[in-house]
């Protein structure tokens, strides 16, 4: 057996050329039961991995942790089991007035406000969505009925830095990049996607994004609203729907 990759504990014979990624390994399991066979493979730190298969097709389902680091390695330790195709399915927080709790976030792209991302490219190449998986999320959600936005979401490393910015130090940089972002038509924010953009682009990965908005920051102002949706199973079937299609068009 090939050596097991350091972090994510898997090795070639575990890989598989698909992965859906979420970032809290609890919701691993979730994601597992809409595979067929599925089961455990390995859990380790952040990263917990579950195995089935789709249409007949072997796929991963990996934590990542929160944040841009923990992501950028389990991308690349699944890179080099075979992975070549990534649906990150998580959270996040509307922007967009038109954004409500509950709704589905297709991101085309992210506002590269991470750290990680820096350590792969220069700012000035673009974090965007594989158009062929983007497509595929937005006909999953229309299939669903699922209420969807498709846009650019705000990536960045400090969550407490967007919901509470006055209390930085860095206060009138955040909240004048925050308004910036507002006016340019910004969904939602999140942690995780500019790095699997930037790194998936590296590294020759096709990889999408989506995310199922918890609250809207915009109306619930700076504080977590007592009534938010946690639930997050549609956009996981959007997710699984999607990666569903790829592999069917994969085959012909």
Same mark, same amino acid.
Request: charged share 20%; proline share 3%.
């Given at each position: 057996?090939?050596?097991?990759?350091?972090?994510?504990?898997?090795?070639?014979?575990?890989?598989?050329?698909?992965?859906?990624? =979420?970032?809290? =390994?609890?919701?691993? +399991?979730?994601?597992?039961?809409?595979?067929?066979?599925?089961?455990?493979?390995?859990?380790?730190?952040? $990263?917990?991995?579950?195995?089935?298969?789709?249409?007949?097709?072997? @796929? %991963?389902?990996?934590?990542?942790?929160?944040?841009? =680091?923990?992501?950028?390695?389990?991308?690349?330790?699944?890179?080099? @089991?075979?992975? /070549?195709?990534?649906?990150?399915?998580?959270?996040?927080?509307?922007?967009?007035?038109?954004?409500? &709790?509950? /709704? @589905?976030?297709?991101?085309?792209?992210?506002?590269?406000?991470?750290?990680?991302?820096?350590?792969?490219? +220069?700012?000035?190449? +673009?974090?965007?969505?594989?158009?062929? !998986?983007?497509?595929?999320?937005?006909?999953?959600?229309?299939? #669903?009925?699922?209420?969807?936005?498709?846009? !650019?979401?705000?990536?960045?490393?400090? $969550?407490?830095?967007?919901?509470? +910015?006055?209390?930085?130090?860095?206060?009138?940089? #955040?909240?004048?990049?925050?308004?910036?972002?507002?006016?340019?038509?910004?969904?939602?924010?999140?942690?995780?996607?500019?790095?699997? $953009?930037?790194?998936?682009?590296?590294?020759?990965?096709?990889?999408?994004?989506? $995310?199922?908005?918890?609250?809207?920051?915009?109306?619930?102002?700076? &504080?977590? =609203?007592?009534?938010?949706?946690?639930?997050?199973?549609?956009?996981?079937?959007?997710?699984?729907?999607?990666?569903?299609? %790829?592999?069917?068009?994969?085959? !012909?």
């Amino acid at each position: 057996m090939s050596e097991k990759q350091y972090h994510i504990g898997l090795s070639h014979e575990d890989g598989a050329k698909y992965a859906i990624i =979420p970032g809290d =390994p609890g919701r691993v +399991p979730m994601i597992a039961e809409y595979l067929d066979n599925a089961e455990a493979v390995c859990c380790n730190r952040e $990263f917990n991995t579950y195995a089935g298969t789709l249409d007949g097709e072997r @796929v %991963l389902v990996t934590s990542t942790g929160i944040g841009g =680091p923990s992501a950028a390695i389990c991308i690349e330790e699944l890179a080099n @089991v075979g992975v /070549d195709t990534i649906i990150r399915v998580g959270t996040c927080g509307g922007m967009a007035a038109k954004v409500a &709790a509950g /709704d @589905v976030v297709i991101a085309s792209g992210a506002i590269r406000m991470d750290g990680t991302s820096k350590e792969y490219m +220069p700012i000035e190449f +673009p974090a965007v969505a594989d158009i062929d !998986v983007t497509c595929a999320l937005r006909q999953a959600a229309v299939e #669903l009925g699922a209420v969807s936005h498709t846009g !650019v979401v705000h990536c960045k490393d400090s $969550f407490y830095g967007q919901q509470a +910015p006055r209390t930085m130090g860095t206060a009138d940089e #955040l909240l004048y990049k925050w308004d910036a972002w507002i006016k340019a038509g910004a969904l939602a924010s999140e942690m995780e996607s500019s790095t699997l $953009f930037v790194v998936s682009a590296l590294r020759g990965i096709r990889s999408g994004a989506v $995310f199922s908005c918890v609250w809207n920051q915009m109306t619930a102002g700076e &504080a977590m =609203p007592k009534d938010r949706v946690t639930d997050t199973t549609t956009a996981i079937k959007v997710a699984v729907e999607a990666m569903r299609s %790829l592999i069917r068009k994969d085959s !012909v």
